[in-house]
């Protein structure tokens, strides 16, 4: 997406809460405590007054202060450290529950937009998984083992599709096999996976037999560590990256929704936020059309998301 084309797209997209009409006027500026001021909209077919919700709506803290929060996190410090370094500058000020609270919050709803990009990528997608223990302080033998299960484009480093599960099933790589499909059509050719059974034939059916060609719309690679075939280099190596940072975590807490909306927090920070030292620039850079025009990225995907 142009970002000029992405402007209008905005402004297409304000509507009435009312009577849904996109006719509006700009109607003076709403004093917020925390948040500066916002622009206030009056629907011209109902005369209705309205704001638009940026994402930051009812929210009690500044967008700028969330998101460094989140950055913060995804950079290695903990919701604790996060809230004693604000404490610091902000005397009145949120829990650190508030600040993993943002954290889950806003992980879903840039998912709800990053999963959504078409990915432009190489023909070789490369699948794995790696186990987490969760911590459930509720229960008495309260640890679960977890899988994440993840999916990276050769070519552009992308993640192209994960997600964190109570277990590791058909049903599970199913659903991020067919996420990988729907973004990358057209373009992959190849998924290599390790010899675990359960993508044996999950992967020729996400997609599919071909009749006019007479074989199956995806080679399937397998590469058996065992038998000496070596690694899968890029997801090795993408592991090592989401072990790096995860490891203070010292395992998830609670339910397997939060460790998953933290997880896609990670996510989108691997492809939108750090840069990747191998290809120097983001892998969203070279996967997608998406433009990413201010410094704050995580604020700007977060307002993209609300659009
Ligand atoms: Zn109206």
């Known amino acids: 997406m142009k970002s000029k084309e992405r402007t209008q797209q905005k402004y297409k997209k304000v509507t009435c809460p009312k009577c849904s009409s996109n006719k509006f006027k ?12 916002i622009q206030r909209h009056r629907c011209k077919n109902c005369n209705f007054r309205y704001v638009i919700d940026d994402g930051f709506f009812r929210m009690r803290n500044h ?4 998101t460094c929060a989140i950055d913060l996190f995804y950079k290695g410090v903990s919701t604790r450290k996060v809230q004693e370094h604000f404490q610091t500058f ?40 790696m186990e987490y223990h969760r911590r459930q302080e509720h229960k008495k033998r309260g640890v679960s083992k977890d899988w994440f299960i993840d999916s990276i484009d050769v070519h552009t480093r992308f993640m192209v599709g994960s997600k964190y599960f ?34 044996e034939n999950v992967v020729k059916k996400t997609w599919g037999y071909n009749n006019k060609k007479g074989r199956y719309n995806i080679f399937h690679k397998k590469v058996i560590a065992s ?23 010292r395992g998830f807490h609670g339910s397997v929704e939060s460790a998953r909306s933290i997880m896609k927090g990670y996510e989108i920070f ?19 059309d998406l433009i990413l025009e201010s410094s704050n990225r995580w604020l700007e995907l977060i307002k993209l998301s609300k659009v």
Request: aromatic content about 12%; charged content about 30%; glycine content about 8%.
């Open 270 to 288: 691997y492809n939108f936020i750090r840069k990747h030292q191998a290809i120097n620039c983001c892998p969203y850079e070279l996967a997608t």
């Open 166 to 199: 109570k277990s590791r099933g058909k049903t599970e790589i199913k659903e991020v096999l067919a996420k990988v499909k729907y973004k990358t059509e057209g373009y992959v050719t190849t998924v290599t996976t390790d010899g675990y059974t359960a993508y």
């Open 63 to 66: 967008p700028n202060k969330i």
């Open 26 to 37: 700009k109607d003076g500026k709403r004093k917020t405590q925390n948040r500066g001021k």
């Open 227 to 249: 038998k000496g075939e070596g690694f899968n280099l890029f997801i090795e190596r993408l592991h090592n990256s989401i072990r790096e940072r995860t490891k203070t975590f």
């Open 90 to 129: 902000y005397p009145k000020n949120s829990t650190n529950v508030s600040v993993y609270n943002w954290i889950i919050k806003y992980s879903d709803m840039k998912g709800g937009f990053t999963d959504k990009l078409k990915v432009k990528s190489g023909k070789e997608i490369q699948v794995d998984e």
